[in-house]
């Protein structure tokens, strides 16, 4: 961790609410929306909701949408931007503060779609990634999908390097948010999800977008539980 900032002081604090708020719905997310032709029977767990991006789009296309994140501040900005859709005693029932690697609120093969944008590489530990997998997969419809996207190892958010933890397999420091993360090529995203019997309904993509200091590469699947 750099300096005094935890990974819960960045995601709660009021710039980046905002900043996450201001950005536009997954292109990838609203492609593969337009393959349900009845929005209302499909559930969606839209897990690291953050500040409601993709919530907000499931919610105005009439999904049965839940949705998840660890910062307080995030699930509030979501519930507050769901209000004008859905009502406010839906937006507090659907979206909660919650962990990825713990979905004990919901039984298994609960979701029709999984969505997990910009969130494993979140994971600390490899223990914390299994585990959070394994959730996913859980809740997962047989015939359910999976729409992933993390980072690579050749991400640096900062300009200034990310490095490995030693001793632990895909483990890196050096994000602005501080912690550790797990990170995972293509190849490697299609092998982890294959260890939890996912299999991927496209080639899994490299992304390598232009920004203006660093390097953000990511690992975009989608991936289906065989039924």
Same mark, same amino acid.
């Given at each position: 961790m750099r300096g005094e900032q935890s990974p819960m002081s960045f995601w709660d604090s009021p710039e980046n609410v905002e900043r996450f708020a201001a950005r536009e719905p997954d292109v990838r997310l609203s492609a593969l929306l337009a393959e349900y032709a009845d929005a209302g029977t499909v559930r969606v767990l839209d897990l690291g909701c953050a500040a409601g991006r993709n919530a907000v789009l499931l919610a105005e296309k009439g999904f049965d949408l839940d949705a998840l994140d660890s910062s307080p501040a995030m699930v509030a900005k979501t519930r507050q931007r769901l209000v004008s859709i859905i009502g406010a005693p839906e937006a507090e029932r659907r979206v909660?503060?919650?962990?990825? +690697? +713990? &979905?004990? %609120?919901?039984?298994?093969?609960?979701?029709?779609?999984?969505?997990?944008?910009?969130?494993?590489?979140?994971?600390?530990?490899?223990?914390?990634?299994?585990?959070?997998?394994?959730?996913?997969?859980?809740?997962? /419809? @047989? =015939?359910? /999908?999976?729409?992933?996207?993390? %980072?690579? @190892?050749?991400?640096?958010?900062? =300009?200034? =390097?990310t490095r490995p933890v030693e001793g632990e397999p895909d483990v890196y420091v050096g994000f602005e948010s501080g912690g550790r993360h797990v990170l995972v090529d293509a190849v490697q995203l299609d092998r982890e999800?294959?260890? %939890?019997? &996912?299999?991927?309904?496209? @080639?899994?993509?490299?992304?390598? @977008?232009?920004?203006?200091? =660093?390097?953000r590469v990511s690992a975009n699947g989608l991936y289906v539980k065989p039924a």
């Open positions: 909660r503060v919650g962990r990825m +690697d +713990d &979905l004990s %609120f919901t039984s298994d093969a609960s979701y029709d779609l999984v969505v997990a944008l910009g969130l494993y590489h979140c994971a600390e530990s490899r223990a914390e990634w299994d585990r959070a997998l394994a959730e996913s997969v859980r809740v997962l /419809k @047989p =015939g359910g /999908k999976l729409l992933v996207s993390v %980072f690579t @190892p050749e991400t640096d958010l900062t =300009g200034t =390097g999800m294959a260890r %939890f019997g &996912l299999v991927p309904l496209e @080639p899994t993509r490299t992304a390598r @977008p232009r920004v203006d200091v =660093g390097r």
